[in-house]
C-alpha cells in the first residue's frame, strides 16, 4: 500500500504528493523548489540529485525517501510550477462581453496577455516543457489543458456572449479564440521561445497585437 501511494499520479501522470505534517511539507516544499531551480537551470539531462540535494538543505536520502526518482521528482516539481505559474495569467472574459469599445478591449486584453506570457520565467518554463515533452508526454498534455482552461476557456466564453449578442459572428467559438491567440499573443510568443533573449520592444508588440486584433474583427465582427 506504501508503494501505491509513493506512485500516485494524477490524471495527467503527475505525481501526486500526498498530505503531511507541517515540517515534512516543509522539506518537500524546499526539495521541490530546488529541484525546479535545477531543472530550468540545467534542463532535465544535465540536472544533478547532488546540486537539488546541495540546493534543498535536505540529506540525498530524504530527497529519495520522498520523491523516489529524478524522473518522478522532475514531473512534480515542473508539473507543480506550472500550475503555479499560469495561475493569475487568466484574462478577464466577462468583462471583454461587456465592453463598450470590443477593439480596444480586445487589443488591451490580448497585449497584456501577450506581456505576461512573455515574461522570462514563463518563457523558461515553456521552452523546457517543449523540450521534454518527447520524454514526459504528460507534461505536454497538462499544460496544454492547464493552459487552456486558463487561457483559452474564459474567452471562448466571452466570444459565445459577444455572438449571443449579436456584436460578433462566431460560428466555432473555440476557432476564433484559436485564431485571435496565433494572430496576437502567438506571433511575439513563437519569436521568444526559439531566440532566447529577444528584446521585445513594447511599441512592436503593440502593433503586433493591433493588427492581430483587426485581422480577427475583419472577420468576425458584426458590421
Keep these: ?23 515534512v511539507r516543509r522539506k ?23 546540486a537539488i540535494t546541495s540546493r534543498s538543505g535536505v540529506s540525498k536520502a530524504t530527497l529519495y525517501k520522498h520523491f523516489g526518482t529524478k524522473e518522478r521528482l522532475f514531473l512534480a516539481a515542473i508539473g507543480g510550477i506550472l500550475r503555479e505559474t499560469c495561475a493569475g495569467l487568466e484574462p478577464d472574459g466577462s468583462a471583454l462581453a461587456e465592453a463598450a469599445d470590443l477593439r480596444s478591449a480586445l487589443i488591451t486584453l490580448t497585449g497584456d496577455w501577450a506581456t505576461l506570457l512573455l515574461r522570462p520565467d514563463v518563457m523558461t518554463l515553456r521552452r523546457l516543457v517543449i523540450g521534454e515533452t518527447g520524454r514526459f508526454p504528460q507534461l505536454g498534455r497538462l499544460w496544454y489543458q492547464v493552459t487552456y482552461d486558463m487561457l483559452n476557456g474564459p474567452l471562448v466564453e466571452a466570444l459565445t456572449e459577444l455572438g449571443r449578442r449579436g456584436r460578433l459572428e462566431v460560428a466555432d467559438p473555440e476557432l476564433a479564440v484559436r485564431q485571435l491567440v496565433a494572430a496576437t499573443v502567438g506571433v511575439p510568443q513563437l519569436v521568444d521561445t526559439f531566440a532566447p533573449g529577444t528584446e521585445t520592444d ?17 472577420r468576425y465582427a458584426v458590421p
Excluded: C, H, K, Q
Excluded at 506504501?2 to 504528493?17: H, L, R
Excluded at 518537500?28 to 534542463?43: H, K, P, Q, S, T
Excluded at 513594447?202 to 475583419?218: H, K, M, Y
Design 202 to 218: 513594447p511599441a512592436e508588440l503593440t502593433r503586433v497585437v493591433t493588427s492581430g486584433v483587426d485581422l480577427f474583427l475583419a
Design 28 to 50: 518537500r516544499r524546499a526539495i521541490v523548489d530546488a529541484a525546479a531551480a535545477e531543472f530550468l537551470a540545467e534542463g532535465y539531462a544535465a540536472a544533478s540529485m547532488d
Design 1 to 23: 500500500m506504501e508503494a501505491e501511494t509513493a506512485n500516485a499520479t494524477d490524471a495527467y501522470g503527475i505525481p501526486v504528493i500526498p498530505a503531511s505534517s507541517d515540517a
